[in-house]
């Protein structure tokens, strides 16, 4: 068994020396073009794959006939094209991931506007089966946030009444609503 620290054999020397060599090429050519920096490094990927695929292992190949396969236009364009479609397919399904999550999201939106619209419901049915006068006080205390004093004259009750009245009514609203409120009370 050779070991790690051996040099490569010739046959992988000789592969790396043709692959280097097809990449060098197609390069230059690329280059007496006029293709750009981008452009050029794309085509000399492509043809290193490809010569990698088309032969594997055995690598006896002419070096120059297929660099001037590449410089034919059409060929060129082939490649390029080739390159820029699979660039345009990742932005298309990027495209349509974005919009599947845009419409998850609006579906989610649809569910907790629903899920508020019950909540909502709730409340006003619990506060509906209350004794007007702990609803008002409720109402007047949590959403128009007067004060003790000024419920106190509206309704005629003593502070010890309405501080009765309020929280009673807070407790009847947690307990019916026990079930969206979960552990936080």
């Given at each position: 068994?050779?070991?790690?620290?051996?040099?490569?054999?010739?046959?992988?020397?000789?592969?790396?020396?043709?692959?280097?060599?097809?990449?060098?090429?197609?390069?230059?050519?690329a280059a007496?073009?006029?293709?750009?920096?981008?452009?050029?490094?794309?085509?000399?990927?492509?043809?290193?794959?490809?010569?990698?695929?088309?032969?594997?292992?055995?690598?006896?190949?002419?070096?120059?006939?297929?660099?001037?396969?590449?410089?034919?236009?059409?060929?060129?364009?082939?490649?390029?094209?080739?390159?820029?479609?699979?660039?345009?397919?990742?932005?298309?399904?990027?495209?349509?991931?974005?919009?599947?999550?845009?419409?998850?999201?609006?579906?989610?939106?649809?569910?907790?506007?629903?899920?508020?619209?019950?909540?909502?419901e709730l409340?006003?049915?619990?506060?509906?089966?209350?004794?007007?006068?702990?609803?008002?006080?409720y109402l007047?205390?949590?959403?128009?946030?007067?004060?003790?004093?000024?419920?106190?004259?509206?309704?005629?009750?003593?502070?010890?009444?309405?501080?009765?009245?309020?929280?009673?009514?807070?407790?009847?609203?947690?307990?019916?609503?026990?079930?969206?409120?979960?552990?936080?009370?």
């Open positions: 068994m050779p070991g790690d620290n051996e040099p490569p054999r010739d046959s992988e020397r000789d592969r790396e020396t043709v692959l280097l060599k097809v990449a060098r090429q197609v390069d230059e050519t007496k073009m006029g293709l750009q920096l981008a452009d050029r490094e794309d085509l000399r990927q492509e043809a290193v794959l490809r010569q990698l695929e088309k032969y594997g292992d055995r690598l006896s190949m002419d070096c120059d006939g297929f660099a001037k396969g590449i410089t034919s236009k059409k060929a060129r364009h082939r490649i390029l094209d080739f390159i820029r479609d699979e660039q345009r397919l990742e932005a298309r399904q990027d495209a349509f991931e974005t919009a599947r999550a845009a419409a998850a999201a609006q579906r989610d939106a649809k569910e907790v506007a629903s899920d508020v619209k019950a909540l909502a409340a006003g049915d619990v506060l509906n089966q209350m004794l007007p006068r702990r609803r008002i006080a007047r205390r949590r959403f128009d946030g007067a004060s003790h004093k000024v419920i106190r004259a509206e309704l005629g009750v003593s502070s010890k009444q309405l501080d009765t009245d309020l929280q009673r009514a807070s407790q009847k609203l947690c307990k019916a609503l026990a079930d969206y409120l979960g552990a936080e009370r």
